[in-house]
């Protein structure tokens, strides 16, 4: 495992380190940065309750945006001869915000998507599950550490 921070690698357990509110695995030389959280010592009492039976964590979903966007909408809005600014008004959002969106100058949100994908009737987003994501993201690349992007003051 490596560290969090400083991305060297951990021999042994790594300690877990509250930096800012956030919650790491850092080697013992990056622990100095925050507080240490410690394991709780004492044995937890047995239940003699029947033991639930565990489900598994629902995968986390992404959701992105499909690429040309713009013109989907665009098209999707003429076809039904509205203007931009019609098609704001029915969807309670500022001409502006469609001008950009169709420009691709502005990703919709996933909120603004979903609005859009029901008027329009079009698909406006893909979906990911996270352990895809993580998946592809690997390859033998170990990810960006703090340290990767933060130079930290030692002494």
Do not use: H
């Not at 240490?36 to 937890?44: G, K, N, V």
């Amino acid at each position: 495992m490596r560290c969090e921070i400083c991305g060297k690698k951990i021999v042994g357990k790594p300690l877990k380190t509250k930096i800012d509110s956030s919650v790491m695995e850092v080697c013992r030389e990056c622990s100095k940065f925050g507080k240490i959280i410690r394991e709780p010592t004492t044995p937890r009492k047995k239940s003699f309750r029947k033991p639930q039976k565990r489900s598994r964590r629902p995968m986390d979903t992404v959701y992105e945006v499909v690429e040309d966007y713009g013109r989907i909408i665009r098209t999707e809005r003429e076809k039904r001869d509205w203007s931009r600014e019609d098609l704001a008004e029915r969807i309670n959002e500022k001409v502006s915000v469609i001008n950009r969106i169709e420009s691709e100058r502005m990703e919709p949100d996933i909120k603004l998507a979903r609005k859009l994908e029901r008027l329009l009737k079009i698909k406006l987003l893909e979906k990911f599950e996270a352990d895809d994501l993580e998946k592809s993201e690997g390859g033998g690349f170990r990810g960006a550490t703090i340290g990767d992007i933060a130079r930290i003051k030692r002494g």
